[in-house]
């Protein structure tokens, strides 16, 4: 299961969750107590690009 982040609309706390990503759970501040949180996109979740950074896009560059 993947680790999602949330983020408090109410006091800014952010928090790391793990749940599968079709959920549609609620979840409460650790901090105030509020259930009014915003789920984040991080870089991780959302993949990150690999133009001009020299990586071989296909994963088989290199293999005899």
């Given at each position: 299961m993947p680790i999602f982040e949330?983020?408090?609309n109410k006091c800014g706390q952010k928090t790391e969750f793990l749940e599968k990503s079709s959920s549609?759970?609620?979840h409460?501040?650790?901090?105030?107590?509020?259930?009014?949180?915003?789920?984040?996109?991080?870089a991780f979740?959302?993949?990150q690009s690999s133009q001009g950074s020299g990586s071989c896009p296909?994963?088989?560059c290199g293999l005899s």
């Open positions: 949330y983020k408090c549609k759970s609620k409460v501040c650790e901090k105030c107590g509020s259930s009014d949180m915003q789920r984040l996109f991080s979740s959302v993949g296909t994963g088989t």
